[in-house]
């Protein structure tokens, strides 16, 4: 099948990154709709016009499309901060290639993913916990700053597994090694990094969290590490979260979605305490603390190579390993109690607990959110129940299944021929695609994985009701 050039245009439109191509003078030959967007300047603007005219901020140096022309050679994922022709600044992270046809370069082309508003908020709160660092360092009342939110106390539980973690991270708060914690997402994991920092000798000196897998890998190195003027074009003198944690903790998150290259630079401040902002040649010595957090097992993250080995059994110097909720459920009738007290606070409540019902349905889920999931479940449900005792008919659909009459159903499915009860399963699970789906047959298709006609065929062999 041949393509015509108005198609592959079409289909370049769709695609979120902007789409830049320039000829050997340095015009530009196409714009696609992303890249109109970016630079805020309508296609029969651009087209036509020589680059420089659209990006007056930039200039031979430090435009990457021309770079790609002089130099005859691609860059990846170069950060820029510029002025388009209407003053707005933006920031993009770009990847450059030179076109060649028959070894001469004809042009080049660019494609750009906009981090502007990612790279703003970013510095916006860079900028916030310096103001609180520097604001603690003058007031007198220290530990009301830039802090941790929260201490061992406010770790509930008294099972036998959450309480051997928990001794085990009084016992890492003591020290300043770094700490490892690994935990499926809703376990904990930021609590105990709150309660160590606490905990620690370190409480009153600043606590900056940073997730690492929410950032471009340029970005997440210049929030870091901090930038000097010049560095790449748009930078200015800034330092980085290493600088700012300077005799505390440096908490990331989900260390297992840093980008390799920044894993190198990583090991080398645990190694020997230095940091070299972006494009600077001055190292600068830096007492921080590192713990980190995985939301994955990190050995199966080193095993695919997500994260350094080296760097591993570095930061495996004290590891801990949060527990599952379904691993600590004698638990879960504590916690009910301490997040009813809290929304009861929240939204000016009275809920006295939930029902013998309800309390046997905890018990026998298995809560894949964790404790998280225990949480949203009870704000949920008291959000929406009229009495002061927490019943099945507040919780979500998905408990529906665990109360007795449901069990009933199961059971009796048992004294039907196989035939039947296969009947009967398939009928239930496309009445409830398409309850879920609010009566949209492809949306139940697609949630039972099946064709859209055959999903059609079955409700009129089962006469379902749409």
């Not at 007056?56 to 994922?77: Q, R, V, W, Y």
């Not at 299944?401 to 009928?427: C, G, H, M, Y």
Request: hydrophobic residues 40%.
């Amino acid at each position: 099948m041949i393509f015509s050039r108005r198609n592959m245009e079409r289909i370049l439109d769709y695609i979120e990154e902007g789409i830049q191509i320039i000829d050997e003078r340095g015009r530009i030959v196409y714009f696609n709709k992303a890249a109109a967007e970016l630079e805020d300047i309508g296609r029969e603007e651009a087209i036509g016009r020589y680059i420089l005219d659209v990006y007056p901020s930039l200039d031979p140096e430090t435009s990457t499309l021309l770079i790609a022309i002089e130099k005859g050679k691609p860059t990846f994922n170069m950060q820029q901060t510029f002025l388009n022709y209407k003053g707005k600044k933006i920031t993009t992270i770009n990847s450059s290639f030179p076109i060649k046809s028959r070894q001469k370069i004809i042009g080049a082309i660019e494609i750009s993913k906009n981090i502007t508003d990612v790279k703003e908020l970013s510095e916006k709160v860079v900028a916030l916990q310096e103001k609180l660092i520097n604001k603690e360092k003058g007031n007198k009342s220290k530990g009301k700053g830039d802090c941790a939110n929260y201490t061992f106390i406010d770790i509930i539980g008294q099972s036998k597994e959450i309480c051997k973690v928990k001794n085990l991270a009084m016992k890492a708060a003591q020290t300043s090694s770094p700490v490892l914690i690994y935990g499926e997402t809703g376990t904990g994991k930021e609590l105990f990094v709150h309660a160590i920092h606490a905990a620690s000798s370190r409480r009153d000196k600043p606590f900056i969290a940073q997730n690492c897998g929410a950032l471009p890998a340029n970005l997440l190195e210049s929030i870091l590490f901090g930038t000097v003027k010049g560095s790449f074009t748009g930078a200015d003198n800034r330092a980085g979260l290493f600088e700012l944690a300077n005799g505390g903790t440096l908490f990331l998150d989900e260390i297992n979605s840093m980008p390799i290259e920044l894993q190198v630079k990583l090991l080398r401040v645990l190694q020997d305490g230095t940091i070299r902002r972006v494009g600077d040649s001055k190292t600068r010595q830096v007492d921080v603390r590192i713990v980190a957090a995985s939301n994955e097992d990190p050995l199966v993250a080193v095993e695919n190579k997500m994260l350094r080995r080296d760097l591993y059994y570095r930061l495996n110097v004290v590891a801990l390993k949060l527990p599952q909720l379904k691993e600590r459920k004698g638990d879960i009738l504590l916690l009910t109690k301490y997040f009813i007290d809290k929304f009861n606070n929240r939204l000016e409540k009275a809920v006295k607990g939930v029902s013998d019902e309800v309390l046997e349905i905890f018990q026998n889920y298995d809560w894949p959110g964790n404790v998280r999931e225990l949480e949203h479940v009870i704000e949920g449900a008291m959000n929406l129940m009229d009495g002061d005792v927490i019943t099945l008919d507040c919780l979500p659909m998905n408990f529906e299944r665990f109360n007795k009459k449901s069990i009933k159903k199961e059971i009796d499915i048992q004294n039907v021929p196989l035939k039947t009860a296969l009947k009967n399963l398939e009928i239930d699970m496309i009445k409830n695609a398409l309850e879920q789906g609010d009566g949209n047959i492809s949306h139940a298709a697609d949630s039972l994985q099946i064709p859209r006609q055959t999903l059609q065929y079955k409700i009129k062999k089962y006469k379902i009701k749409v």
